[in-house]
């Protein structure tokens, strides 16, 4: 596990290496993950963006924002329930929102 610090270092190259390599932030449970998917369909970017939040990683919001800036392209868009996805299939158990 990297500081914040380590992820402020080289932010572009963070957002790269967290784009490639599809690594999102594993959510401590399935429904926040579900959550995340949700937004993510309805609002490109914006679980994405908590999802960076909750697990304190810059590269995912900057990725949210990235996503929701390309979302009028429908790229962006595209991309935000392809992140949602893998968001929620990495979460952890379940319990109730």
């Given at each position: ?55 304190d990683k810059t590269s ?38």
């Open positions: 596990s990297r500081s914040r610090t380590a992820n402020m270092s080289n932010p572009c190259g963070e957002v790269w290496s967290e784009i490639t390599q599809q690594d999102v932030p594993k959510v401590d449970t399935k429904s926040f993950g579900l959550l995340c998917f949700i937004l993510n369909i309805f609002f490109p970017g914006i679980g994405s963006i908590v999802a960076g939040l909750k697990g995912t919001m900057i990725v949210g924002v990235l996503q929701f800036v390309t979302s009028w392209f429908i790229l962006g868009w595209i991309w935000s329930i392809w992140w949602g996805w893998l968001i929620y299939s990495k979460s952890g158990g379940f319990s109730p929102l």
